[in-house]
């Protein structure tokens, strides 16, 4: 079946590559316009040069009635916010360090008309102070811009990557989605890469980071391995990444408790720490870090063996799968199972948290064979199931225009040399 399709897609590679090309110069416009700094006249929905503006961000002793007052705010009006919209906005929970927004009547008043909070780059809190009060949330309109990057390792990937002024997160993401196939810290000079991944960008200009990577191209001493992210119902919506053939990547473990996370430390027995004399303190886990409530999910089948709280582990939930593996899930902010209870992989088990000893949110994860803790990236695993006959087709149609976008991008010229994107 998948020969018959191989052939066929082949084919039309050859015969879309140019026209790739072509699209690729449309594109090519498209993100140089993005470049272009426009300051808009109406930010947050508001024209600006019908107020006087005052741009800051919240300081240590600020309080939300204690700006507003400053800015000539009926003290009711205040007491409203506080009190009526704390689901809305919660004037008690204002952070040092965040951008804000006032908006003054162009008066001899200055009266603070309008007030808003940058929660975040995306999302922002506005309270309108003009008739009743008002207060609402809102996004910042998020733009995807289609990139495309491709490089040779010189030293390493990370380096090539950085080189070209790709985000780091495209590193991490693409050694995690190789981590059971290829050996990231084998890497030979002369491996090469390709990625296609989507960057966020606020009203147009800002950069706000990347999308995960769509497809990747990986060639190591000299052998190609391609990957698709591709999503399906029968999958449980976990996103996978397969190969040009539907072999999937992974192996009968997730390759990550958590979506959309990234590793925050490596398993590393000779890890050395600041706080502790840069003496050695093994870390036997691999730390995802994801904001406090993410769902954290059984990287394979079987049957919980603890759920409880100890000491530096914090709340946890440990899990057998068969004779020789079990892992284990530290940190929890709340377990979801019971010891006893049978999981399926991906069942969530539990939410991130920051229990036991820990700096941030996090989850460690360990992965115990025969009774000892390794590094699940170091261990020869059977291969996950491949994708199951009756959804091939779809695969193989849905990865067709991707392969050929992904072929049709080349390697810079000079190794490391100059990034080829689409800019
Ligand atoms: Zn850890």
């Not at 009635?65 to 009006?77: E, I, S, T």
């Not at 704390?86 to 603070?112: C, H, M, N, Q, W």
């Not at 990287?299 to 440990?318: I, L, M, P």
Request: charged content about 30%.
């Amino acid at each position: 079946m998948h020969k018959f399709w191989g052939t066929f897609l082949s084919l039309v590679f050859i015969i879309a590559c140019k026209q790739e090309n072509q699209k690729s110069t449309e594109n090519s416009k498209e993100e140089k316009a993005i470049t272009q700094i426009i300051l808009p006249e109406k930010q947050y929905g508001f024209t600006l040069e019908n107020f006087i503006v005052t741009q800051d961000t919240v300081r240590k002793g600020d309080s939300f009635g204690k700006l507003m007052q400053n800015n000539n705010v009926d003290y009711p009006k205040i007491a409203k916010v506080s009190e009526k919209y704390r689901d809305t906005f919660d004037v008690r929970r204002i952070r040092v360090g965040t951008p804000y927004l006032i908006l003054k009547s162009k008066d001899s008043l200055e009266k603070a008309e309008v007030f808003v909070y940058q929660n975040d780059l995306i999302n922002y809190t506005v309270v309108d102070f003009r008739d009743s009060v008002s207060v609402y949330k809102e996004k910042k309109q998020v733009k995807y811009v289609m990139r495309e990057a491709a490089g040779v390792i010189e030293s390493s990937l990370s380096e090539a990557i950085l080189d070209q002024g790709i985000d780091y997160n495209v590193t991490n993401n693409l050694s995690d989605i190789y981590a059971w196939t290829i050996d990231f810290f084998r890497l030979q000079k002369g491996d090469k890469f390709k990625v296609i991944y989507k960057e966020r960008y606020i009203n147009d200009t800002i950069y706000a980071g990347a999308e995960p990577i769509e497809a990747a191209y990986f060639e190591h001493n000299g052998t190609p391995l391609y990957a698709f992210a591709y999503e399906s119902d029968s999958l449980k919506n976990i996103v996978d990444y397969f190969d040009d053939e539907a072999n999937n990547l992974r192996r009968t473990f997730l390759r990550a408790p958590v979506k959309f996370s990234r590793i925050s430390s490596r398993y590393n027995l000779k890890r050395r720490i600041r706080y502790y004399g840069y003496k050695v303190r093994p870390h036997r886990g691999t730390d995802y870090a994801a904001p406090v409530g993410t769902p954290i999910m059984a990287t394979a089948d079987g049957t919980v063996t603890e759920s409880t709280r100890k000491g530096g582990n914090g709340k946890y939930v440990k899990i057998r799968h068969n004779g020789t593996y079990s892992t284990q899930y530290l940190h929890m902010k709340k377990q979801k199972v019971k010891r006893g209870e049978f999981v399926r992989q991906g069942d969530v088990i539990g939410w991130v948290g920051m229990t036991g000893n820990t700096g941030g949110p996090h989850v460690c994860y360990r992965f115990w064979k025969n009774g000892r803790q390794v590094d699940p990236f170091k261990e020869k695993l059977p291969a996950a199931e491949p994708l199951p006959e009756d959804i091939r087709q779809d695969y193989f149609q849905y990865i067709g225009p991707q392969k050929v976008q992904l072929d049709c991008i080349e390697f810079p010229e000079k190794p490391g040399g100059d990034l080829l994107t689409l800019n």
